[in-house]
Each structure stands twice: as C-alpha cells, then as structure tokens.
C-alpha cells in the first residue's frame, strides 16, 4: 500500500462499532458508537452497512474520505454465513467505488496481532475465542460458540457469574461484596431478573458487570476471585485446545480483547498460561490494524477466511 492511500477500517462487533479512516500509517480520523447482532443474522448485511454508514459520518469534518482506496470490515458474525459476508462486502464496494474487505471479528484480531504471521491470538471481549492459523494458512480454533454454549471466561460469563453469586447470596449463599456493587444497577436483587429481561443485548448487559468483578476480586473478595480463577482457567484450557499441533513446541498467545486490558486480570491470565506451558507475547496490533491489512492486500495467510468483493486489488 503506497503511504497516501487512505483506506477506511471497520471493527463492527456486538458491543461496539469503531471506523477509521488511515492513510497509511497515519490515522486521520475516527468514530465510534452501539454494535450489532452479527451479519448472519436476517437482514445481517444491510444492519452491518447502514451501520458502517452511520458511524462513518460521525468522523470529524474536512477528511478525504472521497479519496479512498480501499474498505476492510472486521464483522461479528461472518464464520455463521459466507454469503451474507460476501453480500456485505458487495454493499461496501459498491457504496465507496473501491475494493472491499469483509472478515470476521476475531480473523482481524489475529491478522492484527500476528501482522498476518502464523501463530495464536486469544481473545477476550463479551465472548472469548483462541485463534490459531497454521503455516498452510488453516484455521484452528477453539470457543467463541456463543452465550449459550461456549465463550467461557468472557466478560459475559464473568458478569454473568457474579451476578448469579449475587442473587445466590440473597438467597442464603456465600456473602459477597457483589451484592453492593449490584446496587448500581437495581435496587433490589430480586429486580436483577426482570432487569436484564429488559436489555436489547442482555450478554453485553451482563459484561458491563465484569469490571465490577474483577474490582471485587482484586480488592480481596473470595466469590469474585473465585469467579475470576475459573475464568482464567478456562481460557488457559481454550488457548490449549487451539494451539494444540502447534509444531513450535512451545505455544505462545497474543492476547486482546477489552477484559484483558484489565492489569489485575492480565496478571492472573498469564499465571494460569505460563502454569500450562504457554508463553504470552505482545500483540502487534488490533482488530482494526487487521482489517486494515485485509483491506491494503490480498494472498495473505488468512486469505481464504477473507470474503472480497471490487475489482484491482493490489498484490
């Protein structure tokens, strides 16, 4: 990619969307706002474009955005339906005039942790999923399936379990500091069913509550670092099951992912991997630093989990 083109990048997930617009290196400008069901879902194309949209116009004023090169989208949702990933990219290409990039969220974490090397990422949001692309460019993987049967040690599940420990200390369990923190959001327990039925996006309702967690635990609380213990169990098991084959002998992570950006949490996670043989290393970049690779070249590693649409795509 010549150093003036100006690409725009996506980062459209559950919880949040994020745009940018880059020219080369240079980060020029970006917006950000509410995320999405995922593009597999009815009507999932159109969501993910008017969303890319809006948030696109929340850029500051006076950027180049007529002069673009190229548009790459890291979307929730994209494992779940290729034809919708390639009907987004479709839209995108179309809209700008200009080649577009569609790639799942946690594809563009990697690409931009790795910088497109092989390797494994772990990633820790609302769900939680170990990413690990071989040599030949194939993808293994382990979690992500989701709030009802997998995401194990995300920040839903985290939130989640404190706020089960809480309602099972209203009803005579372990005593928790939990349950104080629990006040900012009801004012009784027993309103805290009735209020995440009233949540448009109950998993990211229940995430929000994962800070207030690893707060409790770090401050000494015996549920919530409990709670927080289990977590980093779970993932250490995630990250082994991905790397498993890895033929460097000794499996090294990236880790990313907004609950990671927690100190405490980091600290705790990386005790649990280093127990398990597994080194932790720096991550190069995001999810957006990913979908900016996607969308500047193509017949990179993770090509074939890349869904394109546009013409003159450069080598």
């Not at 979307?75 to 390639?86: D, F, L, P, Y």
């Not at 309702?205 to 967690?213: I, Y």
């Not at 090294?252 to 398990?276: C, P, T």
């Amino acid at each position: 990619m010549d150093a003036t083109d100006v690409v725009l990048v996506a980062d459209i997930g559950k919880s949040r969307c994020r745009v940018e617009l880059r020219s080369g290196d240079e980060l020029l400008g970006a917006a950000d706002q509410h995320g999405f069901p995922g593009v597999h879902v009815e009507n999932g194309p159109t969501l993910a474009f008017d969303l890319v949209l809006e948030t696109t116009t929340l850029l500051p004023p006076g950027l180049p955005v007529s002069t673009l090169t190229g548009v790459g989208a890291a979307v929730a949702g994209v494992e779940a339906s290729e034809a919708k990933s390639r009907e987004l990219a479709t839209m995108l290409s179309r809209h700008f005039g200009v080649p577009a990039a569609v790639l799942s969220d946690a594809t563009a974490a990697h690409l931009g942790a790795l910088q497109g090397g092989p390797g494994t990422t772990l990633i820790v949001g609302t769900g939680a999923v170990a990413f690990r692309f071989d040599e030949a460019g194939v993808l293994h993987r382990a979690d992500g399936w989701g709030p009802y049967l997998g995401d194990f040690g995300s920040g839903r599940w985290i939130g989640q379990q404190g706020l089960q420990a809480v309602l099972l200390a209203f009803d005579g369990g372990p005593a928790t500091s939990l349950s104080a923190a629990a006040g900012a959001l009801v004012e009784s327990p027993t309103m805290l069913p009735a209020w995440l039925a009233d949540m448009d996006n109950p998993y990211r309702a229940m995430a929000r509550f994962a800070p207030l967690v690893l707060h409790a635990a770090e401050a000494g609380d015996a549920v919530a670092h409990g709670i927080v213990s289990e977590a980093c169990r779970g993932l250490t098991r995630t990250v082994l099951l991905a790397a498993s084959g890895d033929p460097s002998g000794t499996p090294r992570v990236a880790i990313l992912g907004g609950v990671a950006n927690s100190g405490f949490f980091e600290g705790l996670l990386q005790k649990s991997l280093a127990s398990a043989g597994i080194e932790v290393v720096a991550p190069l970049g995001d999810g957006l630093d990913g979908a900016a690779l996607a969308a500047q070249r193509r017949g990179i590693l993770q090509e074939r989990y890349i869904h394109r649409d546009g013409t003159n795509w450069p080598d």
